[in-house]
């Protein structure tokens, strides 16, 4: 059995993009891993231009919240699974790909 992941992600940049896409990522460890570390992963090693929050240290802002296969969840705790569909909170104005505006709701 494989632990590579297939890894769907949102993609949208308002000041440049007429409409949003998905963009697939494959070939990265989930085994034990959260979403984030994937988030951080895919960042690093294979696309610097991809927008989410990072951890805080603490594990208590609940900033990284975005939508894990349909359910919301903090990614520095969601563990990752094989098959991840990631995009931002829907009611949220969208700064850049995973990242909303808190204080804008649409």
């Known amino acids: ?14 000041s440049i993009d007429g409409e949003a ?5 494959t070939g990265v460890s989930y085994n034990g891993r959260s ?18 929050r990072g951890p805080c ?7 990284c919240i975005v939508m894990i296969n349909g359910k ?6 969601r563990r990752a699974e094989a098959e991840m569909t990631i995009e931002p ?9 995973l990242v909303v505006d808190f204080n804008k709701v649409k």
Do not use: W
């Open 89 to 97: 909170l829907p009611k949220f104005e969208i700064i850049k790909d």
């Open 21 to 25: 896409r998905f963009e697939t990522y």
């Open 1 to 14: 059995m494989s632990d590579l992941a297939v890894v769907s992600i949102f993609r949208f940049d308002p």
């Open 72 to 77: 919301p969840g903090l990614a520095c705790e």
């Open 35 to 52: 979403v984030l570390d994937i988030l951080q992963h895919i960042y690093e090693k294979c696309d610097s231009t991809l927008a989410f």
């Open 57 to 63: 240290a603490v594990n208590c802002c609940k900033g």
